[in-house]
């Protein structure tokens, strides 16, 4: 059982950044990011292999959001750049899947972080 904790998440103008962090209890593999706005589903926002060699992004945040991960402190990162209301959402942490798999097979999920990005 993998537990994670996501932190990073407030509020902020658009064009700014913030960084998001998400803290494994165990070692993991690839992970990933997700994001889901009210009344919306959840989406796939970024993932990234163990190695840190794989990594894919949604279309809408190629270009501004950067994944990393940190393995000796099993930690994974979302850098977020030139923000937009747009991608106000909760934020959600997972591990346990595939790169390029859907929300469904990730089998650990963090608690998730608030971004609201303002207008």
């Known amino acids: 059982q993998v537990q994670l904790v996501e932190s990073g998440g407030g509020l902020v103008q658009a064009g700014g950044s913030l960084r998001l962090s998400c803290a494994a209890s165990g070692r993991t593999y690839a992970m990933a990011w997700f994001r889901q706005a009210p009344g919306k589903e959840r989406e796939f926002v970024a993932a990234i292999s163990w190695s840190g060699r794989n990594i894919y992004y949604a279309e809408s945040v190629k270009g501004r959001f950067t994944i990393s991960r940190d393995n000796t402190k099993n930690t994974v990162y979302l850098q977020m750049n030139s923000l937009k209301p747009e991608d106000t959402a909760v934020y959600y942490c997972?591990?346990?899947?595939?790169?390029?798999?859907?929300?469904?097979?990730?089998?650990?999920w963090g608690q998730g972080t608030q971004v609201t990005v303002s207008s």
């Open positions: 997972a591990a346990g899947g595939t790169l390029g798999s859907g929300s469904s097979a990730w089998d650990y």
